[in-house]
């Protein structure tokens, strides 16, 4: 499985942006996605997730601003992210969790600037 992210830039606070993972090889193995991300000096963390039957879940500190889906027909898993704060600044990494394996993507940068 080979993860493409995208969408990453800089935005001013209370703006938006939209990222994109688009998964190809063996999709079919694939059972969640998610967005994790990683701030300057900090442990990375999980921001939201979508699996395989659409449930989702989210870190509360993105609650009501961010959302996660998935156009299957394009083998694409997105995160909208709205009222972005400066403490949403970080690199954002979309992951597959598979049946054996997870695969990571390269990260995409996104900076809110205050």
């Known amino acids: 499985v080979q993860l493409q992210a995208s969408g990453g830039g800089l935005v001013q606070a209370g703006g938006s942006l939209r990222l994109s993972c688009a998964a190809s090889g063996s999709t079919d193995s694939i059972n969640a996605i998610a967005w994790y991300r990683q701030a300057p000096g900090k442990q990375r963390e999980l921001v939201a997730a979508?699996?395989?039957?659409?449930?989702?879940d989210y870190v509360d500190s993105v609650k009501g601003r961010f959302t996660i889906s998935r156009d299957n027909a394009k083998n694409t898993v997105y995160l909208q992210m709205n009222s972005l704060k400066p403490e949403d600044t970080a690199v954002y990494y979309c992951?597959?969790?598979?049946?054996?394996?997870?695969?990571w993507g390269q990260g995409t940068l996104v900076t809110v600037s205050s």
């Open positions: 979508i699996r395989r039957g659409n449930s989702t």
């Open positions: 992951n597959a969790a598979g049946v054996k394996y997870d695969y």
